[in-house]
């Protein structure tokens, strides 16, 4: 199985919030979030994610079901696990949903998701969503007790956060490449499809092609800031041939 990319689009949100929050349905908003998947999807993306956060500072709930509705490949929705937010997700139907902490303060998400102080409430979700046919997956630091935690409570995926990873450099990031390692095989060995994401560019991506069993990276940030200078499509190709290089491959 060739290493597939899931293509964050939150950031076309962020661009067309900073003018048009205030205007949803005015008949100039831009830039239109299916065309950027659409996009994303002719590049070679194999699945679109979107964050519908709490605050609904980029992604609103509108471009969640028109999403889910028009795109061709896999929809992966990032939530935090809230009644509001599992109430449309259950509703939505994306392939995936990616379970994620979420503070209202942070920039972006910070840390992992804390499984073993949530399990309960986590895995009523995790049933709820599963038995509506989506696969769920959690969105955890490379901690072995995360990676237990989140079979144990029948998640079918991890995605391993790699912030700590990109944010390092030297010694420091191959301190983290390799607890992702670590992470990745016990992951691997408890049945669970591994995925990783978050400050991801093709700047520090071969560095982690020492993780093995990874089946999917999520990318959003840097691909659209690279789309700035080149387009969404060049940007993605880029990323995408990066990515061949990955061993599993
Ligand atoms: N994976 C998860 C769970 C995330 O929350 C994010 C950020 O929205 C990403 C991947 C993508 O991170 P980045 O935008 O840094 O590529």
Redesign the pocket.
């Known amino acids: 199985m060739p290493l597939h990319l899931?293509v964050?689009i939150?950031?076309i949100a962020t661009l067309r919030q900073a003018r048009y929050r205030t205007m949803p349905g005015a008949h100039n908003v831009e830039p239109s979030i299916l065309q950027a998947a659409l996009e994303a999807e002719a590049a070679g993306a194999h699945s679109i994610?979107v964050?519908l956060r709490a605050d609904r500072r980029h992604i609103v709930d509108e471009d969640v079901f028109l999403l889910r509705r028009e795109i061709g490949t896999m929809m992966n929705l990032?939530m935090g696990n809230t009644p509001e937010i599992l109430g449309i997700a259950l509703k939505v139907r994306p392939h995936f949903v990616?379970m994620?902490p979420e503070n209202r303060e942070e920039v972006?998400?910070e840390g992992g998701l804390d499984v073993i102080g949530q399990k309960a409430a986590l895995r009523a979700s995790v049933t709820q969503l599963e038995q509506n046919g989506t696969r769920v997956?959690m969105?955890i630091d490379p901690d072995l007790d995360q990676v237990r935690a989140s079979a144990e409570i029948g998640a079918s995926m991890i995605?391993l956060?790699?912030?700590t990873f990109?944010n390092e450099l030297g010694a420091q990031r191959s301190v983290e490449a390799a607890r992702l390692k670590t992470a990745a095989e016990l992951g691997q060995a408890l049945g669970l499809q591994i995925?990783?994401?978050?400050?991801?560019?093709t700047k520090n991506l071969r560095e982690l092609f020492i993780v093995p069993h990874l089946a999917e990276l999520?990318?959003?940030?840097?691909?659209?800031a690279r789309s700035v200078f080149v387009g969404l499509r060049t940007a993605i190709h880029e990323m995408l041939e990066l990515m061949k290089e990955y061993p599993n491959a």
């Open positions: 899931g964050n939150d950031h994610t964050h990032e990616c994620v972006t998400t997956s969105f995605e956060h790699t912030g990109a995925n990783a994401g978050h400050g991801l560019t999520n990318i959003g940030h840097s691909i659209v």
